[in-house]
């Protein structure tokens, strides 16, 4: 049964830090690549960052130095994307995507990360 669970979200000040994790069940590591997701209030969706089934991680430039994408390749695998000096324009809502070449595109139902004073 393939199964995407964002956990971690919620409010945090400007500065701060959280830690947004995606539980993933049903899906082939060496097929699978996943994206983390936001979509802000009235804006469209970007892309955050990216890890792919070698391992090999992408982040916009604008991301990169603050946000920082891992896995842990368990039996069931999970995704992890560390924030760090959090903005108030990073509030959004965060989507774990997760692409595997043979079971196909499934997203998380979204987590919402407020960061504001």
């Known amino acids: 049964e393939v199964q995407v669970v964002e956990s971690g979200g919620g409010l945090v000040q400007p500065g701060g830090s959280l830690r947004l994790s995606c539980a993933t069940s049903?899906?082939?590591?060496?097929?699978?690549?996943m994206t983390w997701v936001r979509q802000a209030p009235g804006k469209g969706l970007e892309s955050v960052s990216s890890i792919y089934a070698d391992g090999a991680t992408y982040s916009p430039d604008s991301i990169k130095g603050r946000f920082t994408i891992s896995r842990d390749n368990s039996k069931n695998t999970m995704y992890f994307l560390q924030m760090n000096s959090l903005k108030p324009e990073d509030t959004a809502v965060y989507y774990c995507?997760?692409?595997?070449?043979?079971?196909?595109?499934?997203w998380g139902q979204g987590i919402q990360v407020t960061v504001s004073s």
């Open positions: 995507a997760i692409r595997d070449t043979t079971a196909g595109d499934y």
């Open positions: 049903g899906f082939t590591l060496r097929t699978t690549s």
